[in-house]
């Protein structure tokens, strides 16, 4: 696992695990999602396989992750998510989008193709 924040549109890697770098202790009971509403997040969207997006909560007082408006927990390699942490700066937010990109497309390249492969096998 990583943790990354963005400046000027590139990923600057700041910590190795999202609990020690946002001070929020994960409880023994929580999927990630109940970790992230306990920082004051919510999910926004989540594209299987790939990522998915937490926003802030807009009234959140929470004092984890200052300046942190957006979280991406990618799906980068196997079951290891990496974290992308995003201040409330469109054009950040828009690079994260375009990194993103080109797991998304492949993903579904990917699906096309296995969803083939089913299909031409059943007709044999």
């Known amino acids: 696992m990583a943790i990354y924040t963005v400046e000027n549109g590139q990923l600057k890697r700041v910590a190795e695990q999202l609990e020690e ?3 929020q202790e994960w409880g023994d009971t929580w999927d990630g999602d109940d970790y992230m509403k306990s920082m004051g997040f919510h999910l926004w969207d989540d594209v299987k396989e790939v990522y998915r997006h937490y926003q802030r909560v807009a009234d959140s007082a929470n004092k984890h992750l200052p300046g ?4 991406f927990d990618v799906q980068a390699h196997g079951d290891v998510m990496d974290y ?3 201040s409330d700066h469109l054009p950040d ?3 994260v989008i375009a ?3 080109p797991m998304c497309n492949r993903n579904a390249e990917l699906k096309r193709e296995v969803e083939a492969e089913r299909v031409s096998g059943r007709r044999k």
Not at 68 to 71: D, N
């Open 99 to 101: 990194m993103l990109e």
């Open 84 to 86: 992308i942490l995003v």
């Open 68 to 71: 942190i408006l957006y979280i």
């Open 21 to 23: 770098y946002s001070g």
């Open 93 to 95: 937010y828009l690079a």
